[in-house]
Structures are given as C-alpha cells and as structure tokens.
C-alpha cells in the first residue's frame, strides 16, 4: 500500500464455498473456519448457505467458525 499497490477483495460464491469445503466433509474430517469479521464481506450469506447443503448431505462432519475481530488497516 505504501507503494501506491491498490487493494481490492471479493466475494466468494456458494459455489466456491462448496468447492472448498467439501473434500473434508467427504473424508469426514470436522472444520473450524477461522476468519475476520463478517461485517467486512457480504460473502458470509453463501458460506453459511454452502455450510448448510454440505452438512445435510454429510452429517457426521462438524463444522465451527470462528471471528478473529483483529482486523487492521
């Protein structure tokens, strides 16, 4: 950023998500998500929503996540 590098962020789609997230469930592993605060992406919306299909069709594998509210700028 000093060097006048702009910054930029997207949003992850559900489908990404569940392209992600679904070789652990298939393995049964369980997984904690560890990531900032939701207040700064709208893409929580299709995780959530990935988290879901992907736990109806696995349920044996847990799922947990956790905010780190230490962002900085």
Request: charged residues 25%; hydrophobic residues 35%.
């Amino acid at each position: 950023m000093r060097k006048g590098v702009k910054m930029t962020t997207f949003a992850l789609s559900k489908e990404q998500y569940v392209e992600y997230f679904e070789p652990e469930f298939q393995r049964g592993k369980d997984i904690l998500y560890v990531h900032q605060s939701e207040a700064t992406t709208g893409s929580f919306k299709f995780m959530r929503e990935a988290v879901s299909e992907l736990q109806e069709k696995y349920p044996n594998s847990k799922y947990a996540n956790v905010t780190a509210n230490a962002a900085s700028a």
